[in-house]
């Protein structure tokens, strides 16, 4: 089995890497993440994700568009935000991996505490699906810490919220009525 994984960031892309490695899985990762905001840190991500990759050795593409005016348009037409990121970056990893040859496909998401594992379990597997791939479906929160040491020790750049304008927005309002 050939697994692309979608990686929302270097830093979360290693234990997934980590794992791999010792598993002797034939696999790559590909940065896909048009919502993040704002685009600096966009390229921020991109940049760790790629001195992340490179460090490994590991196979990996970037998806370079920033569809900034999709996004605006398209997630606020969804209830739950996440569902519409989770639907977004896992549709465009499996049309990924078709294009490059990989018949699975996941996310580095997995590895995060904060993340609604079973919305992403459920769109991976509805995407799946509609593709004829398989979605690799894989906890790694326990690799959590690993990484984050990992990424201290190495001086990437570690980000401060999950990604979106939204979750910029409740990252620093709270910080703010907490003063
Ligand atoms: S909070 Fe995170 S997972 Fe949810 S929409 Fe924003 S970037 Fe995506």
Redesign the pocket.
Known sequence: MKILFHACCGVCSLYPIKKMKEEGKDFALYYSNP?IHPYKEWKERKKTFAAACEDEHVRYFIDQSYPLEDFLRTQLTYEN??Q??YQCRLENTAKKALAEGYDAFSTTLFISIY?DRELIRATGKAIAEKYGLTFYDRDFREGFTYAQELAKEREYYRQKY???I??ERDRYMKKRKQK
Do not use: I, L
């Open positions: 919502n935000r996440c519409w990121c993340q999950c990604g979106c939204f979750s």
